[in-house]
Each structure stands twice: as structure tokens, then as C-alpha cells.
């Protein structure tokens, strides 16, 4: 049996609705479905008017569809989804659509696209980034998964997306490619989050500037190279006066902070396809860090403090250095996504990646119109950093860079993404570093052999112990 509804959504949390309303805003006759039906009766009393399909069970929601039928999972990642697909799949006929645009493991999605396409189901995992207003208004969308449902849900997602350079929607590829896109997406907003974090407490403890100071520093940046909406609610956070007190309301939270996983992941698949990811693993790492209260409260009382002013920071030199490592936290998530993709046959294209993020997504910013260009103007650009004109603006940096990050270590305010990234471009660029002893010391121990400069591909062991001294 089909029915007239061009759309159908399950799971009405925050998200599942606001996504539902923003498909019928654009004219789609949607159907909507929640287990717990006052779920569905919550949505219908708050937003009935503007004319749903509800269904009461996962079979009435089939019937009502046109086929074939495309249902979007908006639930829970993980098990809840398995559930959601075992209560709906038998209902569903050949050729029918599966999107889940919940944030799936991308291997939970791969497992699923397998277990549909025996089913003849058409799977596809859709990361949908910008929050509770982005769904209702227009998100940043990344589906991927069985290539033939891509014409069919386009002209639907196009709808409902964002409009940056272009609509915010794009096929990124293969099986669990758009999931993994998204979670590529959150480790780079962790890297970000992370990096204004950072140069949010250089002002406040290094500088002690007051909270308007700050908010006018962060509004100056929205309006240049580093305009972007984290900077923007940035600006707004510092500027907000804590409503039971007197003081910024930033200064009365917890210094803990949560984690739903997206971000952790990446990191684990960076590490496991042996590519650097040392911004957003330290902002992974930082935020771990943050939420061990107990050691952190012992810690205090044992070790000494040292936070002292800096006031010979200049807020330009801030800016040079949060703009130069979020450039270094990019390169390095957009060489996760490529590597993956070849690895995985994805067939990921990194400036439509850049486009789509553009608009509706949280780390949407100005800067993502010129990485699309970067990768426009080169595709098989191997590393962000070495387009021209972004190596150009590294280089200009870098001075500003070194000044602020070796004043806050002498100062003792933490900045791990703003090193870490520092780091990772003077290795990145060095001639010769620490390897050489690593290999030596490995030959040493275990006789795993090394490569000499005059000779690179002849490996070589040596009997380390019995060589000549060199003496002064
Ligand atoms: C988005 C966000 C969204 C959510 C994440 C972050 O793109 O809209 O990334 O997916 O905010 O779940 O969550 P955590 O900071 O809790 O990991």
C-alpha cells in the first residue's frame, strides 16, 4: 500500500522535529512517527497546525509514503536505531530508502547499509550538523551509502538544507562515508572549540582583560578571516552576565567539559590510520582532562600554580596564532577524510566536503570557502597547508605563533591545541628531527634496521655496541 507523503520521519526528539517542520515548511507532505506516542501527541500539540501525517505504528507510517519511500531515522545513535530499522524494515518493500541522520558510528552504519542491501533496501547514513535551529531551518548535510538513493532523497534534502556556496547538501560517497564525514566534522569542531577555549583564557588570565574587552576582541575577529558561527556565540558567551550574579555567566560554570563521543572517535581513527590528528586530539584530550575533577582538585593542592600576566601579549599575535592552528587543525582533518576515502574507496571529494560546511553546520565560517577553493584549484592537494596563498598566511604567522604559545607555557596557562598544532607544522616542515634516533635506537634493541641518507633504500642493521666512540 502508498500513500502521498513525500517524507517520513521517526524519532520527534528536538532534532527529529525540528528536521520534520523544516520539511514541511518547504512544502513536503511529511509523515511522523514516534515509539512513545506522546512524543508524537507533544509535537502535534505544539506545531499540529502546520499539517502532519502522524502515524501511530511503523506500518501505518509505510502505508502512508509514495514509493518508493524514503523514512529518515532521527534517534538515538546506536542500539535504538537497530531497533528502530528491525520495527520498520519488515514493512518496507525493495528499492525503498533508509536515512539515518542520527550520529552513527560510521561502522554501525556500514554494518546496517550491508544488512539493508540484502533486504533490497537502500541504506544511507546522513550526518545532519547544526544543532537544534539548523535542523528547522536549514542544516548542513552529509549523506552517504547506496549510490542509487542519492537521486531520489536529493531534490528532498536540497530542500531543506542550508544555502551557503550552494545548497549545504552533497553526496559524500560509499557505505559509511557520510557518517564519517560528520564525525571528521565534530573532531574539527572540537579542535575549534577547543582552540578559542584557549585564547579565551590567554585573555582572561594572561592579559585580564574584562569580559567586555574580550567579547569586543572576539566581534572584531567574526568580521575578518576568522568569522565564523563558533566565534560569533564566542563573542556572546564572554558578553553574557550571569543571571543569579554580577559577573560574566562563563565564569560560573563548571570547568568540566562533556563529551557525546564524536570527537573521541576521530581521534581513535586517526591513530588507527596512522594519520596526525594532534589538534583535535589534544582538544579530545583537553576536555578528558577537564572532567577528572578529583585529580584535578588534588593536584592543585600538591603542585605549585603558575599563572602569571602576560602582558606583553599583543591581541594581534592572538589572532595570528588561533588563525594559523585552526588552519593546521583543518589540514589535518581534511587528510583523515582523504586518506579514508582512498582507503575505504569512499570517494570522498574534499572541496564539496568544503562547501557543504560552508553553511548550517557548527563550524560553519568564511574560512570553508576558501579551503573549497584551495581544493578547487588543486584536488590532489596532499596537504591544506601547502595551497599557496594558505602556506603564505602560515608563514606570516608563525612568528606571532611561537611569541604566544611560549608566553603562555611560561606563564603556565595551558594551550595544548594551540602547541600542538605549532608542533605538528614544525615537524611537518623540519628537515631533520627526532626519527633518526628512534630508528637508531630501534636497530640497537631489536635489530629492526635503518636507512642511511646516502643509500635510502638499502636497509641496514648494525652491531651498535661494538662500534668506535666518537670522543671530544
Ligand atoms: C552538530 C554538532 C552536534 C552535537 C555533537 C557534539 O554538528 O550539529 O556536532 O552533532 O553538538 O553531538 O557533541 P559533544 O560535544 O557532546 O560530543
Request: hydrophobic share 45%; charged share 20%.
Amino acid at each position: 500500500m502508498s500513500g502521498n507523503a513525500d517524507i517520513a520521519v521517526i524519532g520527534l526528539g528536538v532534532m527529529g522535529a525540528n528536521l520534520a517542520r523544516n520539511f514541511r515548511s518547504r512544502g513536503l507532505t511529511v509523515a511522523v512517527h514516534n515509539r512513545r506516542t506522546e512524543v508524537t501527541e507533544h509535537l502535534l500539540a505544539e506545531h499540529g497546525a502546520e499539517g502532519f501525517v502522524a502515524c501511530t505504528t511503523p506500518e501505518e507510517l509505510v502505508a502512508a509514503l509514495k514509493t518508493p519511500r524514503v523514512v529518515v531515522l532521527m534517534v538515538t545513535a546506536g542500539q535504538a536505531v537497530d531497533a528502530v530499522i528491525a520495527s520498520i524494515g519488515e514493512h518496507l518493500e525493495p528499492g525503498d530508502i533508509l536515512v539515518d541522520g542520527g550520529n552513527s558510528h560510521y561502522a554501525d552504519t556500514e554494518r546496517r547499509s550491508v544488512a539493508a542491501a540484502a533486504h533490497d533496501l537502500l541504506y544511507v547514513g546522513m550526518g545532519v550538523s547544526g544543532g537544534e535551529e539548523g535542523a528547522l531551518l536549514g542544516p548542513s548535510m552529509m549523506p552517504g551509502g547506496d549510490t542509487r538513493a542519492w537521486p531520489v532523497i536529493r531534490p528532498l534534502m536540497e530542500k531543506a538544507a542550508a544555502v551557503g556556496q550552494g545548497t549545504c547538501v552533497a553526496w559524500c560517497g560509499r557505505g559509511g562515508a557520510g557518517h564519517y564525514t560528520k564525525m571528521v566534522h565534530n573532531g574539527i569542531e572540537y579542535g575549534d572549540m577547543q582552540l578559542l577555549g584557549e585564547v579565551f583564557t590567554l585573555m582572561r588570565d594572561g592579559l585580564g582583560m574584562d569580559a567586555p574587552a574580550q567579547a569586543e576582541v572576539f566581534e572584531g575577529w567574526n568580521r575578518g578571516r576568522l568569522s565564523s558561527f563558533l566565534v560569533e556565540i564566542t563573542a556572546g558567551i564572554v558578553a553574557s552576565r550571569d543571571p543569579q550574579g554580577a559577573g560574566p555567566l562563563v565564569d560560573a560554570i563548571l570547568d568540566e567539559a562533556g563529551q557525546k563521543g564524536t570527537g573521541r572517535w576521530t581521534s581513535v581513527q586517526a591513530v588507527e590510520a596512522g594519520v596526525p590528528l594532534p589538534t583535535i586530539t589534544a582538544a579530545v584530550d583537553a576536555r578528558a582532562i577537564s572532567s577528572r575533577r578529583a585529580q584535578r582538585t588534588a593536584a592543585r593542592a600538591v603542585l605549585p600554580r603558575g599563572v602569571a600576566r602576560i602582558p606583553e601579549l599583543a591581541v594581534e599575535d592572538l589572532e595570528q596564532a588561533l588563525y594559523a592552528a585552526k588552519l593546521a587543525s583543518y589540514a589535518q582533518g581534511f587528510d583523515l577524510l582523504r586518506t579514508a576515502s582512498e582507503e575505504r574507496g569512499y570517494g570522498i571529494d574534499l572541496g564539496e566536503v568544503a562547501r557543504i560546511w560552508t553553511a548550517g553546520c557548527i563550524i560553519r565560517a568564511a574560512f570553508l570557502g576558501r579551503v573549497r577553493e584551495a581544493f578547487q584549484r588543486d584536488p590532489e592537494l596532499p596537504s591544506l597547508v601547502l595551497d599557496p596563498s594558505f602556506a603564505e598566511e602560515l608563514a606570516t604567522a608563525l612568528p606571532a605563533w611561537r611569541r604566544v604559545v611560549a608566553a603562555a607555557v611560561i606563564a603556565g596557562i595551558p594551550v595544548p591545541a594551540l602547541s600542538a598544532s605549532l608542533a605538528w607544522i614544525d615537524q611537518v616542515r623540519g628537515e631533520r628531527g627526532a626519527a633518526q634516533l628512534i630508528q637508531a635506537q630501534r636497530d640497537w634493541f631489536g635489530a629492526h634496521t635503518y636507512r642511511r641518507l646516502d643509500a635510502p633504500d638499502a636497509p641496514i642493521h648494525t652491531d651498535w655496541a661494538s662500534l668506535e666512540r666518537l670522543h671530544r
